[in-house]
């Protein structure tokens, strides 16, 4: 095989045996990878995109800091941290007024603004150019077999020459996204799949404009949400709520910006700045949870396992405590033979995931409730927002879930 970044790998020869395999080179499955090379656990990365690719991708850049503690601990993306932007306050924007959330202020914490094709890139470069980590881009064909057995494997065909491959392993990590094989391969019998629709689209738009304001902007607007999220000093991530399932190409650039005008509008506010639309696409919104995220020798991680819709900005941040649980868990399975983390990792995975999607639904009724048609519901709507400022307790509960930090470490 070719060492070429692009399509295969670091190492040539292709293994029989390794104690893992892990499918998908996301934040989560990259995570788990560097915490078994560095237990000294050999495990191979299987993808099905490019190098460039995934290190390009446009996704999320909002961190946590309890994220950002866990990769620091087990020292990753530490430089790349440490230039990273702060997020310390949000406005909301209703009633034609500017209303400023400083929960920096409040708690002491803060988000950190990471896009997460950086992070891949430097995941990317810490498993495989530093760490020497087996990492195998390009692949196709990717199916697991008897992870409900004691010795699964998973076989692939490999980009160059279409030679397939199988590899025999003690563990399987699915990391591979929601339309992966890992979460097609759990067993029907053995997990369930809770799924909630919103009935609602955003349309997801990255702008060559520099940020319009300090911080992040939520627009709840009689004629739909508006999101204003700074990313770098020259461009910025906006969406709009559209119906859901809506074609792009019904937003052109003049519409765009006319509604981002009308819905992010507040007293007092300085004029948008607008720019070329780099990227255009509807994102349905929605949420599932497979439970329990593991059968048999096959663990799920990320959006594998769960998603969450962007409407809390959890997904990235879910998918690193995952990683991080099931990769501390597999390293003392297989390290010292004490399997008593990778028996809860299910159960401790979930606990958290439920207590995000909860917010993420809490955090959608206020975000579209004005724009629901409904008179009562619009009311109710901007009488929890009006708490938000009002109440001490409210502000400090709403806080603690908008950072991560409520009921966990």
């Known amino acids: 095989m070719s060492p070429h970044p692009g399509a295969s790998s670091s190492r040539a020869a292709s293994p029989a045996r390794r104690p893992v395999v892990v499918i998908g080179a996301g934040p989560a499955g990259l995570t788990v990878a560097n915490i078994l090379r560095a237990a000294s656990v050999d495990c191979l990365v299987l993808e099905t995109k490019s190098r460039q690719f995934i290190e390009q991708r446009p996704r999320a850049g909002v961190l946590e800091a309890g994220a950002v503690r866990g990769l620091r601990r087990r020292g990753l993306a530490v430089r790349l941290l440490e230039g990273a932007g702060r997020h310390t306050t949000c406005e909301f924007r209703f009633d034609g007024e500017r209303h400023r959330f400083p929960y920096t202020d ?42 409900g057995t004691d010795h699964p494997s998973v076989s692939y065909r490999c980009a160059e020459t279409g030679e397939r491959h199988v590899v025999h392993c003690d563990f399987v990590a699915g990391c591979d996204g929601a339309r992966g094989v890992s979460r097609a391969a759990l067993a029907p019998a053995h997990a369930r799949i809770a799924r ?41 991530r906006y969406y709009l709520q559209c119906p859901p399932g809506d074609d792009p190409e019904n937003w052109p650039h003049e519409r765009v910006w006319a509604e981002l005008r009308q819905r992010l509008a507040a007293a007092d506010a300085p004029p948008l700045q607008e720019g070329r639309l780099l990227e255009k696409r509807v994102l349905d919104m929605h949420d599932y949870v497979v439970e329990p995220m593991a059968s048999g020798r096959l663990f799920l991680a990320g959006d594998a396992a769960h998603l969450t819709a962007p409407i809390a900005a959890k997904g990235m941040n879910l998918a690193l ?70 109440s001490p307790s409210a502000a400090a509960a709403f806080a603690e879930q908008y950072l991560g930090t409520a009921g966990h470490p």
């Open 106 to 147: 409040m708690t002491g914490h803060h988000h950190y603004v990471c896009p997460q094709p950086l992070l891949v890139k430097d995941l990317v470069r810490e498993y495989a150019d530093v760490r020497g980590g087996d990492i195998r881009f390009g692949v196709r064909d990717v199916t697991l077999h008897d992870t």
């Open 196 to 236: 909630h629709d919103y009935g609602i689209g955003w349309l997801a738009l990255l702008a060559e404009a520099p940020a319009s304001a300090d911080c992040v902007l939520f627009g709840v607007h009689p004629r739909g949400f508006a999101g204003h999220m700074p990313r770098s000093a020259e461009v910025s």
């Open 321 to 390: 405590y995952d990683a991080f649980l099931l990769g501390d868990a597999l390293a003392a399975r297989l390290t010292t033979g004490d399997d008593r983390a990778l028996s809860g990792y299910s159960a401790a995975s979930l606990r958290r995931v439920w207590d995000y999607q909860e917010f993420s639904q809490w955090l959608s009724d206020v975000y579209h409730g004005t724009a629901a048609g409904d008179p009562y519901r619009a009311g109710t709507t901007l009488a929890r927002l009006r708490r938000l400022f009002t």
